[in-house]
């Protein structure tokens, strides 16, 4: 079974308000100039932005962020934003594994941007919504 496809603008201004929240004003995050001098193809977003907003989307098909269980991404490929009005998106699918005895779902989550994809190993175990 899927899940209803969620997605997720992300604008530069998004980044600095993680940044302000978070701590981490690496400018990786906020500067082109420093972002492709290490190797980037530009500004990217905090790889922990990126799990909050799946991790949204999980909160949401549970019904409720304390219906989430377990929760756990790695990081395959950084979502660049571009320094205009629209930024990015980054698409979250999900399929159910498996629904258990202890109700208890898990699933595989996929999450993309621009056609690629950004996380792997994205997996969560929610309480089986009633």
């Not at 995050?29 to 999980?58: E, K, N, Q, Y």
């Not at 205009?84 to 005895?101: C, F, H, L, Y």
Request: proline letters at 5%.
């Amino acid at each position: 079974m899927e899940l209803p496809t969620k997605t997720f603008r992300v604008t530069r201004a998004d980044l600095v308000r993680y940044a302000g929240a978070s701590g981490d004003f690496n400018p990786i995050h906020w500067s082109d100039r420093i972002a492709t001098s290490v190797g980037l193809p530009g500004v990217i977003a905090h790889g922990m932005f990126t799990m909050a907003l799946v991790g949204r989307a999980v909160a949401e098909w549970a019904g409720a962020a304390d219906a989430v269980v377990d929760y756990g991404v790695r990081f395959t490929r950084p979502v660049v934003v571009p320094d205009d009005e629209q930024g990015t998106e980054i698409e979250v699918t999900a399929a159910v594994r498996e629904v258990t005895d202890a109700g208890l779902t898990r699933i595989d989550i996929t999450a993309t941007c621009r056609g690629e994809k950004v996380l792997s190993q994205a997996r969560a175990t929610i309480r089986t919504p009633g």
